[in-house]
Structure formats: C-alpha cells, structure tokens
C-alpha cells in the first residue's frame, strides 16, 4: 500500500474544514466541505468569521 503524504495545502485545507465545522457550518450551496475546492471554503470562512 502506498503512503499518501499531505501537502501544505491539504493540510491548510482540512483546518479550514475543521473551523467551519466548529462554526457550525456543514455545507455549502448544498454541498459536503470536502467536495469544494479551497477557495470555496477560504471565502465562506471569511464571511462567517466577520
């Protein structure tokens, strides 16, 4: 089995997922976190942490 390794940004990315999730936020327009592209969740972090 191969070993996956996390980049910066996959690890920039689930702490942005996490500070949502702490926020109460769960989806976006509809979709799962994970399924959106970073600058997707940057933008809502930004607008729920205002």
Known sequence: MMNVEETKMDM????????????GVFKIHGKQL????????MKEYMITTK
């Open 12 to 23: 920039k990315r689930e702490e942005i997922i996490q500070k949502l999730v702490d926020n």
């Open 34 to 41: 994970y399924e959106l592209p970073l600058y997707a969740l």
